[in-house]
C-alpha cells in the first residue's frame, strides 16, 4: 500500500503548491474512517481510496481532486457526513465526494427505463464538476483492475456498464490510455472465448510483429532524420479489444486484418507534423481514403492528429498517427491535460483555477450539451438514445458556407447537419447543395463537405427523417415536431368536428365560450378540448352539452323526431341514406355545408384511407373515426361500413376539397378479365401507362386456358381519371371485362 509521503510527493512532483496538509488530512480521515473494513479481495478497504487516488496523479490532478478521491467512499460506507467533510475540507471537495455518492449506486445497465433515468442523474451529477467524473473514472479502472475478487455472478454486469458507458465517457474526455484499459479488462469479463482467440493469436505473431515494428521504426527514423526531421517514433501492437471491434465493423476474419500493428510519429512542432507527413508519402504509396486531419480540425474530445496509412517496407500497410509532444499529452490525458500545458492562474492552487480550464475543453462542452438536452425536455429514453449514439460514433467534419465547422457522427446526414446548425434550420430545411451540387436532404456526408441548407418557413419536418437522422438532436427535435404536427391535426379536426356539431342544433361557436367551459371538460386549453375531440377521446357531444346546457332540451327533441337516441348525429341519419340509396342527391346540399373537406393523406387533417377501400377524389367518402388515429376514409359503397353499423357516434360526413393541381394520387383496385395471349400484359400495362396511371402490383386471381383474371392496384389523380383508363381498357381488343373492386 502506498504510504502517505509517497502520495504526497507524487502530487507535489507535478503540482510543488499543492496543499500537503490537506493531502495529509484527507489520507488519515479515510483511513480510519474506513477502519478495519475489507474489499472483497481482503485487503484493507482504504487500499481502494487510495488506489484511485494514485490513477489520479498520473493526470497530474489538483489536490482537492486527490483528497476527494480519498475520500470518495466515506459518506456512503462509513459514518461520515456531508456536513463534516464540508466542515474538516471545505465545501469544493465536499460536493465532489457528495457528487460521487451521489452517482454510486446508480445501475446504468439496467431495464431500459430506469437506465435513462439514471443516466440522467449522473449526466447531472458530472456536470456540475468534471472532476467528478475523472474520479469516478479512476475509481471504475480500479475495481475492473480487481474484478476477479468480485463475485462470479456480479462481474459481468460491471464489464458491460464498463464497455458501454465508462470507457466511451473516458475516450470522450480523451484520456485514451484510460480508455483502452477499461475496454479490455472488460472485454476479456465480457466476451472471455474472442479474447482467448485474438490473444492467443496476437501471441504466436509477437515474434513476426516484433520484427515488423523494429524494421518499420527503423526505415521511418531514416526518412525522417535524412529530410532533418527528428522524431520519436512508437510503433505497438493494437490491443485485442480494437482489433476485435474492427473485425466486427468490417466483418472480416483475423487473418484478413492487416492492420494490427500501428505507428506514432512524435515531432516538435505542428509544422513539424505536416512535414513529417510529406516525407512519408513521398517515400511510400498511400492508402487512398485513410488520410484525416484532426490538427485542423480537431475531434469533439480535443483530439488533434494527423492520421495516414501507407503500403510500407516489405507491402505492409502501417498505420501512422503524426503529433507534437503537447498533442500527444492531451490524446492520452485529453480533458486532464488542460493543466499540464497552460499557464495556471494565480489562485489556481486551492480556487477553481483547474476546473475552469477544465471548462475549456471541449470535453467538456459536450457534457454541458448533455444537459442542455435535458434541459429540453426530452423522455429519458430519448436522452439516453442521444447519449449512447454520441459516445459511440466517429465523427466526421463537414462545414457550412461560411467556413463554421459543424462535428457530426459518422453516417450523419444533411439533416443531421441542418439540425445541427440550428433546430430551426432542421424544421424547415427543404434541400441541400453537398459541395455545390443539389443532394437530397437523406444524402449521407463525408468529411470535408461543405454543405448549404436550403429552408421554406413553410416547410415541416417529414416524420420519416426520424429514421434517417444519425443525431439524437435531429432526432428529438424531429420527434417533436411530429408530435406537434399531429396533434395540430387532430385539434384540426377537434375543430372542424365541434363546429359543425354546434351549428347544427343553430347555436354559434366560438374558442371564447369554449375556454370559459374547459375545466368542465377537464381540459387545460382550447387546443387541448380540440385535439381530444380530434383523436375521439372526447366527444363532441360532451362538448356541445358543456357549450350549451340548454342543449339537453334540443336533444330530447331532435330524438323524439328523428328517433334516434344520440341527436345530433343525425349525420348518422344522413349516412344511412347516402349508404343505401347511392347515388341520391337527395342530401348534396347538406353534404356541402357540414362536411368536413378531406384533402388526401398530405393534407392538414388526420386522414387515412381504408386499406381495400379505394376511395379517390369523385367517389362519394364516408369517415370513419377511430380513437387515437383519426379519421379512416371509405367510399360510401364500401361492405367495410358495415362493420360500423352499430357505432354511430363514429360516423363523420366528410368531402373532397382536393386542388385541381394537387400532385397526390389515390390508390384504387380493378379485375381485368383479358384473353389469354402472348403481349396481353404488356397492352395492359402500356394502355394504363400512356394514360399516366401508375400500377402498383398485378396479381393473377384466375387463369383458364382461354382467360386471365388478374387484380390490378391502380394509382389514379380521381374518379374521372379511373373511368378513363377503365373505358380504355374496356375497348381493347385483348381486354373481355373490367370492373372496380368495390365499384
Ligand atoms: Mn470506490
Given at each position: 500500500m502506498m504510504r502517505q509521503y509517497e502520495l504526497v510527493e507524487r502530487v507535489q512532483q507535478y503540482?510543488?503548491?499543492?496543499?500537503?496538509?490537506?493531502?495529509?488530512?484527507?489520507?488519515?480521515?479515510?483511513?480510519?474512517?474506513?477502519?478495519?473494513?475489507?474489499?472483497?479481495?481482503?485487503?484493507?478497504?482504504?487500499?481502494?481510496?487510495?488506489?484511485?487516488?494514485?490513477?489520479?496523479?498520473?493526470?497530474?490532478?489538483?489536490?482537492?481532486?486527490?483528497a476527494a478521491a480519498l475520500l470518495h467512499d466515506t459518506i456512503e460506507d462509513t459514518e461520515t457526513t456531508k456536513e463534516e467533510i464540508d466542515r474538516l475540507f471545505g465545501s469544493e471537495i465536499g460536493s465532489l465526494v457528495e457528487g460521487?455518492?451521489?452517482?454510486?449506486?446508480?445501475?446504468?445497465?439496467?431495464?431500459?427505463?430506469?437506465?435513462?433515468?439514471?443516466?440522467?442523474?449522473?449526466?447531472?451529477?458530472?456536470?456540475?464538476?468534471?472532476?467528478?467524473?475523472?474520479?469516478?473514472?479512476?475509481?471504475?479502472?480500479?475495481?475492473?483492475?480487481?474484478?476477479?475478487?468480485?463475485?462470479?455472478?456480479?462481474?459481468?454486469?460491471?464489464?458491460?456498464?464498463?464497455?458501454?458507458?465508462?470507457?466511451?465517457?473516458?475516450?470522450?474526455?480523451?484520456?485514451?490510455?484510460?480508455?483502452?484499459?477499461?475496454?479490455?479488462?472488460?472485454?476479456?469479463?465480457?466476451?472471455?472465448?474472442?479474447?482467448?482467440?485474438?490473444?492467443?493469436?496476437?501471441?504466436?505473431?509477437?515474434?513476426?510483429?516484433?520484427?515488423?515494428?523494429?524494421?518499420?521504426?527503423?526505415?521511418?527514423?531514416?526518412?525522417?532524420?535524412?529530410?532533418?526531421?527528428?522524431?520519436?517514433?512508437?510503433?505497438?501492437?493494437?490491443?485485442?479489444?480494437?482489433?476485435?471491434?474492427?473485425?466486427?465493423?468490417?466483418?472480416?476474419?483475423?487473418?484478413?486484418?492487416?492492420?494490427?500493428?500501428?505507428?506514432?510519429?512524435?515531432?516538435?512542432?505542428?509544422?513539424?507534423?505536416?512535414?513529417?507527413?510529406?516525407?512519408?508519402?513521398?517515400?511510400?504509396?498511400?492508402?487512398?481514403?485513410?488520410?484525416?486531419?484532426?490538427?485542423?480540425?480537431?475531434?469533439?474530445?480535443?483530439?488533434?492528429?494527423?492520421?495516414?496509412?501507407?503500403?510500407?517496407?516489405?507491402?505492409?500497410?502501417?498505420?501512422?498517427?503524426?503529433?507534437?509532444?503537447?498533442?500527444?499529452?492531451?490524446?492520452?490525458?485529453?480533458?486532464?491535460?488542460?493543466?499540464?500545458?497552460?499557464?495556471?492562474?494565480?489562485?489556481?492552487?486551492?480556487?477553481?483555477?483547474?476546473?475552469?480550464?477544465?471548462?475549456?475543453?471541449?470535453?467538456?462542452?459536450?457534457?454541458?450539451?448533455?444537459?442542455?438536452?435535458?434541459?429540453?425536455?426530452?423522455?429519458?429514453?430519448?436522452?439516453?438514445e442521444h447519449t449512447k449514439l454520441e459516445l459511440f460514433q466517429d465523427q466526421v467534419f463537414c462545414f457550412t458556407p461560411k467556413g463554421g465547422l459543424i462535428a457530426l457522427p459518422r453516417g450523419a446526414t444533411a439533416i443531421d447537419f441542418a439540425y445541427a446548425v440550428h433546430t430551426d434550420i432542421g424544421n424547415t430545411a427543404i434541400g441541400c447543395k453537398i459541395n455545390g451540387k443539389l443532394e437530397p436532404l437523406i444524402s449521407e456526408l463525408h468529411n470535408g463537405d461543405e454543405v448549404e441548407i436550403m429552408t421554406s418557413s413553410a416547410q415541416a419536418p417529414s416524420p420519416a427523417w426520424e429514421a434517417v437522422a444519425v443525431t439524437g438532436k435531429a432526432r428529438a427535435a424531429i420527434r417533436r415536431a411530429t408530435r406537434a404536427a399531429t396533434r395540430r391535426q387532430y385539434a384540426g379536426l377537434g375543430r372542424q368536428i365541434v363546429t359543425r356539431a354546434v351549428e347544427r342544433v343553430g347555436k354559434p361557436y366560438s374558442d371564447e365560450r369554449l375556454k370559459a367551459v374547459l375545466p368542465r371538460l377537464g381540459q387545460s386549453s382550447v387546443e387541448d378540448a380540440l385535439a381530444a375531440v380530434g383523436r375521439g377521446e372526447l366527444s363532441s357531444a360532451d362538448v356541445l352539452r358543456a357549450l350549451h346546457p340548454d342543449y339537453q332540451e334540443l336533444r330530447h327533441q331532435h330524438a323524439s323526431a328523428g328517433g334516434r337516441e344520440d341527436g345530433w348525429f343525425g349525420i348518422r341519419r344522413v349516412m344511412g341514406l347516402k349508404f343505401r340509396i347511392p347515388g341520391s342527391g337527395r342530401d348534396r346540399a347538406k353534404e356541402g355545408r357540414n362536411a368536413i373537406p378531406i384533402r388526401g393523406i398530405q393534407g392538414d387533417l388526420p386522414v387515412r384511407f381504408a386499406p381495400d377501400g379505394g376511395a379517390v377524389p369523385g367517389d362519394r367518402i364516408v369517415g370513419i373515426m377511430t380513437p387515437g388515429q383519426g379519421i379512416t376514409i371509405y367510399p360510401i359503397q364500401s361492405p367495410e361500413l358495415k362493420n360500423f353499423d352499430d357505432q354511430p357516434e363514429r360516423w363523420l360526413d366528410v368531402r373532397w376539397d382536393i386542388d385541381e393541381d394537387d400532385p397526390e394520387r389515390f390508390p384504387t383496385q380493378i379485375v381485368v378479365n383479358a384473353i389469354n395471349e402472348p403481349g396481353t400484359l404488356a397492352r395492359i400495362t402500356q394502355i394504363v401507362g400512356e394514360n399516366d396511371a401508375n400500377i402498383d402490383n398485378i396479381k393473377m386471381t384466375r387463369r383458364s386456358h382461354d382467360f386471365h383474371e388478374m387484380l390490378i392496384d391502380l394509382e389514379v389523380w380521381d374518379l374521372k381519371h379511373l373511368n378513363a383508363v377503365i373505358s380504355l381498357l374496356k375497348n381493347t381488343e385483348v381486354v373481355a371485362s373490367v370492373s372496380r373492386v368495390n365499384g
Open positions: 503540482d510543488p503548491d499543492a496543499d500537503e496538509a490537506l493531502l495529509n488530512r484527507a489520507y488519515v480521515y479515510s483511513m480510519k474512517a474506513h477502519g478495519t473494513q475489507k474489499r472483497a479481495s481482503g485487503d484493507p478497504y482504504f487500499s481502494h481510496p487510495l488506489e484511485v487516488a494514485a490513477i489520479l496523479t498520473e493526470l497530474k490532478l489538483d489536490d482537492a481532486t486527490i460521487l455518492t451521489k452517482i454510486r449506486k446508480l445501475d446504468l445497465v439496467s431495464k431500459r427505463a430506469a437506465q435513462a433515468e439514471n443516466l440522467r442523474k449522473f449526466v447531472l451529477a458530472i456536470a456540475e464538476d468534471a472532476r467528478v467524473l475523472l474520479v469516478k473514472l479512476a475509481d471504475r479502472l480500479h475495481n475492473m483492475r480487481t474484478l476477479e475478487f468480485v463475485p462470479e455472478n456480479k462481474r459481468n454486469r460491471i464489464a458491460e456498464e464498463t464497455l458501454d458507458i465508462y470507457a466511451p465517457l473516458a475516450g470522450r474526455m480523451g484520456i485514451q490510455w484510460m480508455r483502452e484499459e477499461l475496454e479490455e479488462l472488460a472485454f476479456r469479463q465480457v466476451n472471455p472465448t474472442a479474447y482467448q482467440l485474438i490473444a492467443g493469436r496476437l501471441a504466436t505473431m509477437r515474434e513476426a510483429n516484433a520484427r515488423a515494428i523494429g524494421e518499420i521504426t527503423e526505415a521511418l527514423k531514416v526518412q525522417l532524420s535524412q529530410s532533418g526531421l527528428g522524431a520519436q517514433v512508437i510503433g505497438r501492437e493494437k490491443r485485442p479489444y480494437s482489433i476485435w471491434r474492427k473485425m466486427e465493423r468490417k466483418s472480416v476474419s483475423f487473418e484478413q486484418l492487416s492492420d494490427i500493428i500501428g505507428f506514432r510519429v512524435i515531432v516538435g512542432s505542428l509544422e513539424a507534423c505536416y512535414q513529417a507527413l510529406g516525407i512519408v508519402h513521398r517515400t511510400w504509396p498511400m492508402v487512398p481514403g485513410r488520410f484525416k486531419d484532426y490538427i485542423s480540425t480537431p475531434k469533439q474530445n480535443d483530439y488533434r492528429s494527423l492520421h495516414t496509412t501507407v503500403i510500407g517496407p516489405g507491402h505492409r500497410r502501417v498505420e501512422l498517427q503524426i503529433r507534437t509532444e503537447e498533442l500527444h499529452a492531451v490524446a492520452e490525458y485529453g480533458i486532464a491535460a488542460h493543466t499540464l500545458y497552460k499557464d495556471r492562474p494565480g489562485e489556481a492552487v486551492n480556487g477553481n483555477g483547474r476546473s475552469s480550464l477544465i471548462a475549456e475543453s471541449g470535453a467538456y462542452r459536450w457534457l454541458s450539451q448533455l444537459v442542455d438536452m435535458l434541459a429540453e425536455g426530452d423522455t429519458p429514453e430519448e436522452f439516453l
